[in-house]
């Protein structure tokens, strides 16, 4: 499902990113998880000049779905 964070209250919304960093966060490998993300976002998923047709999980990105072809790099 979506997540709503506009509707959630401070506490709540914490507690819902907490579930949601939990759910997709390996055991035993935050550290790469959370590099891999950040290179992701340097070097794919780029503000400016987002590379969607090269991002290795853009079938299940919301962003690749609604950003403006012009807008992407391929």
Same mark, same amino acid.
């Given at each position: ?8 209250? *401070? &506490?709540?919304?914490?507690t =819902? ?6 759910? +997709?966060t390996? +055991?035993?490998?935050? %550290? =790469? ?5 950040? %290179?992701?976002g340097?070097?794919? #998923? =780029?503000?400016?000049?987002?590379? &969607?047709?090269? #991002?290795?999980?853009r079938? &299940? #990105? ?5 950003? *403006? ?6």
């Amino acid at each position: 499902g979506s997540f709503r964070a506009a509707k959630a209250s *401070p &506490c709540r919304l914490q507690t =819902r990113l907490w579930q949601i960093a939990e759910a +997709v966060t390996p +055991v035993g490998r935050a %550290d =790469r998880f959370n590099q891999a993300i950040m %290179d992701l976002g340097a070097t794919i #998923c =780029r503000v400016r000049l987002p590379a &969607c047709q090269r #991002c290795p999980v853009r079938r &299940c #990105c919301r962003s690749a779905r609604v950003l *403006p072809a012009v807008r992407r790099r391929t």
